[in-house]
């Protein structure tokens, strides 16, 4: 049954700037043609699970033509659709109907590198040393006797050295992994492509962009030494000693960026930039580049009052002065998911409660991953199961981010509930989910999908959810409270003991607030009295 129509819950060309955004991880949401792999298909069918979620926007990971070592990051032809996810007809009926029934579309944009596949690889290792084919990539002589030696010390972000080395000698750069080579975009034929990919998603009707490594793209001249990787300290901080990311010249490439977008009425982009520091990742927001950047320090904190008070606090310390609101996240497909960072079982789960109370008490966007309304968990997959590139470019010592990439589970009480028609699904779906299904809990008042649902809505209906600022209130030891200017006031208790309830009307808890008292691991919304 299609969703029913509905118009757009706001206008005009900042209409994301209060928005819920949903990521669909395509692989993992829906299987439409029952190969067990996700696909357009199956996005377009369960479209009125996000319209009853209550959420704005989706965003689908890459699903364009890719060989899949990276599972889409890896981009063979950016302009098509890989026949595993559907074809472009099948992409301009979800976008159409999406569209009807009042969901925007936003679609992932890979600029950083291509898939060896892509023609443009295959041309290049053709045409040999010192050619036009070469210069779109990062190929580069190798260092020591015969060049046998990589040209710098970069580490690839999978494990291993970011340098291949190709059979006339040369080396070539790929951040990730060998078959996602680097881009040169200070080669005008790059940003020229990558203007003409963004014209033809944006003429077809998208409404924006998630843009991938939106801090890679550029780097620095003479491609010097980095610091080794054990001195830069945290692994997602990219200080000024580690090379590969957070380059000045980046700037150059959003504002171009920005430049198509704004050709176009009501688009917006985000990005991911995984810079950690407040003043850095404040450049990519001025006003000529991106909208909206992830601030990631929500899904990096722990579940501690102190930890997560600081996240806010840079988190918002970051947009101001800035046109953009802040974008919090608490999982997303490439790390650890949030039901298990706070400690997986009921106590993850109760954590997890309170902590989208707690993103969606927060002023500006929030980004949900599929699952995170249902509360999954990450699942620990068998060795034989594992997909994900990092497990064999960490020589098995890393196990990557299949756990966190399980098929969604829509109904049913065996595997693979509802997400295929086939039992074999990518990845392979656990025992016992039946509880966890997108079904079992609509039909529950007290599940986690239930409460998304309460709080989506109370965030588009609510006065109180209204206004930019966050003061912060006095608040019990180890706990978080804070004032939005509509009236909500957020409490939320991250100690071992329950703390006594605020006064005010409860309009959202996220656990048993009667008698007065808010238990360990809850979160409260209240209009101030
Ligand atoms: O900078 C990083 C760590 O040192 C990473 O966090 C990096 O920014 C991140 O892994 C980038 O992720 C994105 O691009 C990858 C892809 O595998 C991920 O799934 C995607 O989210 C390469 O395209």
Redesign the pocket.
Known sequence: MPAPARAFRTTGPDWWRDAVFYQVYIRSFADGNGDGVGDLAGIRARLPHLVELGVDAIWI?PFYPSPMH??G??VADPRDVEPVFGDLAEFDALLAEAHDAGLRVTVDL?P??SSHAHEWFTAALAAGPGSPERARYLFRDGQGPDGAEPPNNWPS??GGPAWSRVPDGQWYLH???PE?PDLDFTNPEVLADLEETMRFWLDRGVDGFRI??A??MAKPEGLPDMLPMEDTGL??D?GPGDH??DQDGVHEVHRRIRRVIDAYPDRMAVG?V?VSDDDRLAQYLRPDELQLAFNFKLLTAEWDAAALRTAIEHSLATVEGTPAPACWVLS???RPRHVTRYGDGNEGTRRARAAALLQLALPGVAYLYNGDELGMPDVDLPDEALQD?IWERSGHTERG?DACRIPVPWSGTEPPYGFSSSPGTWLPMPEGWGPLTAEAQAADDGSMLSLYRRALGLRTTSPALRGDAVEWLPAPEGCLAFRRPGGLVCLVNLSPAAVPLPEGEVLLASGDVAGGTLAADTAVWLRAG
């Open positions: 990971t990276d599972h990051y890896d890979v950083n590198h972000v999978f951040l990730f992994a996602q991938d490594v801090h890679g692994l997602d990219h590969r990311f991911e995984w997303n497909h490439d590139p981010r």
